[in-house]
């Protein structure tokens, strides 16, 4: 989650989800809070239906912007290694439950074993080192998160609600102005 200290504009109050982390590769993640103004079905016909509200595409971050990531919670009592989801339809992150989903295929092929999906264009990356980098200067806070902050229906407030449900002198950070030097 960035810091009101973050002063880079396209993490400006942003709250990102880790899909991958590595020492040697880096890091990737996808922004939570900025959804867009197209549908999903614009772009993935037949998508939309499975997407959670808003059923809108969702910026991922700067990197990438002309490809997409599917993120999506696996029902319950559907295991990975289930049929549809076990043939490279879904890779787990983190617990497993949530994970990326291959767009490629038919959105009646995953449906099943799909409970909540977000399509993000673009990503956020770094490279080696850089984020540790940026975590070391106070820019970005870790935090836990919920299965609900990625797939909420009111994405505009994600950021503040994170902080606010920390308590203690992090939840102070949701009522900071938006441009730290106006204080």
Same mark, same amino acid.
Request: aromatic share 8%.
């Given at each position: 989650m960035a810091t009101p200290a973050l002063e880079?504009?396209?993490?400006?109050? @942003?709250?990102?989800?880790?899909l991958a982390f590595s020492a040697t590769d880096g890091a990737l993640a996808v922004v939570l809070n900025r959804p867009n103004e197209v549908p999903v079905d614009a772009i993935l016909p037949g998508w939309g239906d499975l997407a959670s +509200?808003?059923?809108?595409?969702?910026?991922g971050g700067p990197v990438g912007r002309d490809s997409l990531i599917g993120l999506a919670e696996r029902r319950d009592g559907v295991a990975q290694s289930d049929g549809y989801l076990a043939r490279d339809g879904f890779a787990g992150v983190a617990d497993g439950r949530l994970g990326t989903l291959d767009l490629h295929r038919q959105p009646y092929e995953m449906a099943p074993g799909v409970a909540r999906l977000r399509i993000f264009t673009g990503h956020s990356g770094w490279g080696p080192g850089q984020l540790e980098g940026e975590l070391a200067a106070g820019g970005w806070l870790v935090l836990p998160g @919920?299965?609900?902050d990625v797939f909420t229906s009111e994405p505009e407030d994600l950021w503040k609600r994170v902080l606010r449900r920390q308590g203690g002198r992090i939840a102070m950070y949701a009522? +900071?102005?938006p441009n730290l030097s106006m204080n």
């Open positions: 880079d504009p396209n993490f400006h109050h @942003t709250v990102l989800v880790m +509200a808003p059923s809108s595409l969702f910026v @919920t299965d609900d009522n +900071a102005p």
